[in-house]
């Protein structure tokens, strides 16, 4: 199984360690990197597992294609994983997405479009038991 993870933050670089250890990881840091990966190395990188930050440095990237997209929201790495979604069909069978985020509540209430909010799961960077529920989430089917 592989895993893409965009998480920009240092302090979560220890988690991200955790899971290179039991997985196969490709990890964005901002997300002109994951539109690399995604759209011009998607074919070779074929993830599994999805991990998106909720909040990461805002960004204009060029997709394939030559369209332009802005992401510069307070919550733009869902925004970016929205985007995702629509046009890399990430959701497809055996695909599994995940939201990292210390900003639960509001990821809670932000417009998923509700087609896509009951595939995604919300997993709490402050939570005590995060490893148990990133470890639950990769390893589920």
Known sequence: MKVFILEDEVSCDPIIEWIECRFDV????????????????????????????????????????????????????????????????????????????AFDLQVKKYPIPEIMREKIEIISKNDNDLVKLLQNFLESN
């Open 26 to 101: 490709v990890h964005a840091k901002n997300i002109e990197d994951a539109t690399y990966y995604l759209e011009y190395e998607g074919e070779n990188i074929q993830c599994n597992k999805f991990i998106f930050d909720a909040s990461v440095p805002a960004a204009t990237v060029t997709h394939i294609g030559g369209k332009e997209e802005t992401f510069n929201g307070a919550l733009n790495g869902i925004d970016y994983m929205i985007s995702c979604i629509q046009r890399l069909v990430l959701d497809k069978p055996g695909n599994k997405i995940a939201v990292l985020t």
